[in-house]
């Protein structure tokens, strides 16, 4: 489902237990963050649980969202400017997602504010050091995976992290993040083009369905079998004129 005004304007809002004003955008297929400009920046949470987003993008410039609730999804990417988009965010819940890298972490690096962070069920929470990763790069986190940060960890991080070997397994841990990056803009492009071919695929099957349906003697149906054996499909050639007309 599209996330528009009109899905906006029809789902559940009300002040939730914290006594923060909520959207409740949960369980509607929703794929693609947009249109939250449509909000009129009225909300400090908004609950994306429960839908097929892969991107946490596409956020508008919201002062007064402060939390993000986006479990079970297949989110695997974080917008790099994400603390410019959302200045005041303070928790994110990422329960059940697909993030895999601990360089795909950075962009919650820029956002100062964030004290909550939870990454159960991603692929990056079984990775060596995470924990000490995020605490490291994160000094005003109060609460990674529902577990408080205890000062002992914030000692241990800085002690791995800050010396020369541990600056190093830093810069390839980045590097590394940045190659998975473009491989995974590939492979999401090529998912696209296939499910667009399915698409058209299966829309020519209809196409070729009907036009035998409609066909009123032998003669016609062996013209349709000579035009398919050529790759022409029925209508074909008359839709794309119409289109290009338009």
């Given at each position: 489902m599209?996330?528009n005004?009109?899905?906006?304007l029809?789902?559940?809002?009300f002040?939730n237990?914290l006594?923060?004003?909520e959207?409740?955008?949960?369980?509607?297929k929703i794929q693609?963050?947009?249109?939250?400009?449509?909000t009129?920046?009225?909300?400090?949470?908004?609950d994306?649980s429960?839908?097929?987003?892969r991107?946490?993008?596409?956020?508008p410039?919201?002062k007064?969202?402060?939390?993000?609730?986006?479990?079970?999804?297949?989110?695997l990417?974080?917008?790099?400017?994400?603390?410019e988009?959302?200045?005041?965010l303070?928790a994110v819940?990422l329960t059940n997602?697909?993030?895999?890298?601990?360089?795909?972490l950075e962009?919650?690096?820029?956002?100062?504010?964030?004290?909550?962070?939870?990454?159960?069920?991603?692929p990056?929470?079984a990775?060596?050091?995470?924990r000490?990763f995020?605490?490291y790069?994160?000094p005003n986190?109060?609460v990674l995976d529902?577990?408080?940060?205890?000062?002992?960890e914030?000692?241990q991080?800085q002690?791995?992290?800050g010396?020369?070997?541990?600056q190093?397994?830093?810069?390839d841990?980045?590097s590394?993040?940045?190659r998975?990056?473009?491989?995974?803009?590939l492979?999401e492009q090529e998912?696209?083009?296939k499910?667009?071919?399915?698409?058209?695929?299966?829309a020519?099957a209809?196409k070729i369905?009907a036009?035998i349906?409609?066909a009123?003697?032998?003669?016609?149906?062996?013209k349709?079998?000579?035009?398919l054996q050529?790759?022409?499909?029925p209508?074909q050639a008359?839709?794309?004129?119409?289109?290009?007309q338009?």
């Amino acid at each position: 489902m599209k996330l528009n005004a009109d899905l906006i304007l029809m789902s559940p809002q009300f002040t939730n237990p914290l006594k923060q004003r909520e959207l409740d955008l949960r369980g509607n297929k929703i794929q693609v963050i947009e249109n939250l400009g449509a909000t009129l920046d009225q909300f400090d949470t908004i609950d994306f649980s429960d839908n097929d987003i892969r991107s946490l993008d596409g956020f508008p410039h919201l002062k007064r969202l402060n939390t993000l609730l986006l479990n079970n999804n297949r989110i695997l990417r974080v917008a790099p400017k994400l603390s410019e988009m959302l200045p005041n965010l303070e928790a994110v819940v990422l329960t059940n997602n697909s993030i895999a890298e601990l360089g795909d972490l950075e962009p919650f690096f820029s956002c100062k504010k964030i004290n909550h962070l939870t990454l159960l069920r991603n692929p990056v929470a079984a990775q060596d050091n995470y924990r000490l990763f995020v605490i490291y790069h994160m000094p005003n986190l109060k609460v990674l995976d529902f577990a408080r940060v205890r000062e002992e960890e914030r000692t241990q991080a800085q002690r791995l992290f800050g010396s020369e070997d541990g600056q190093a397994m830093l810069k390839d841990i980045l590097s590394h993040a940045a190659r998975h990056e473009a491989e995974a803009v590939l492979a999401e492009q090529e998912k696209q083009r296939k499910e667009a071919a399915a698409k058209a695929k299966a829309a020519a099957a209809k196409k070729i369905q009907a036009a035998i349906a409609q066909a009123g003697s032998l003669e016609e149906i062996q013209k349709l079998e000579a035009q398919l054996q050529a790759g022409v499909v029925p209508g074909q050639a008359e839709e794309d004129a119409a289109t290009e007309q338009a």
